[in-house]
């Protein structure tokens, strides 16, 4: 029980330190500056993927602690948490009720990220069509503007 719950305590700090990632992204995101936003990702995508490591040791301690207490394997943690006696029953609960906080948090910072990624990549890809249609086709190594010359544009003016 005690390795399960050392395992678990581990994991919240991982998700706790998952969660100052996405807000550092997010206030890279934010800022307009993306000068650090592939190390940020890259911070993010190392975090998670320590994350994955330890919930295969978590199972496996779960396990364990879940033949201890008289349950199938794969048994839940509130089920776990249900099964034991105090302490246990308390310690299991309460990493049970934080993993619900910090996964909720968790999900709803990476969607908030995706939806400023999108729309800093619309913007962008809005930016580039209109210097298409202002006759700008791109810029050469010395920094000029390449343009393909006069170009017939259908505009409705009755809106």
């Known amino acids: 029980m005690e390795k399960l719950s050392l395992i678990l305590w581990r994991e919240r700090e991982l998700l706790e330190s998952l969660l100052f990632k996405l807000e550092s992204e997010q206030l890279i995101l934010a800022s307009g500056n993306t000068r650090w936003l592939g190390r940020a990702a890259e911070e ?3 975090l998670v993927e320590q994350i994955r490591e330890t919930e295969v040791l978590r199972a ?6 879940a033949e201890q207490a ?6 839940s943690l509130r089920s776990l948490a249900e099964a034991c006696d105090d302490p246990w029953r308390t310690v299991f609960t309460d990493h049970y009720k934080a993993f ?8 709803g910072l990476a969607e908030r990220n ?5 729309a800093g990549y619309r913007s962008a ?6 210097l298409e249609s202002d006759g700008i086709d ?3 190594q010395d920094g000029q503007a390449v343009t393909a010359g006069p170009r017939s544009s259908l505009v409705d003016r009755s809106l």
Not at 70 to 75: D, E, I, M, P, R
Request: proline share 0%.
């Open 44 to 46: 993010v995508e190392a």
């Open 60 to 65: 496996i301690a779960a396990d364990a602690a």
């Open 70 to 75: 008289g349950l199938a394997a794969h048994s």
């Open 100 to 107: 619900q906080v910090l996964t909720h948090e968790v999900a």
């Open 114 to 118: 995706r939806n400023l990624i999108t």
């Open 125 to 130: 890809r809005e930016a580039m069509l209109a």
């Open 138 to 140: 791109g810029y050469r």
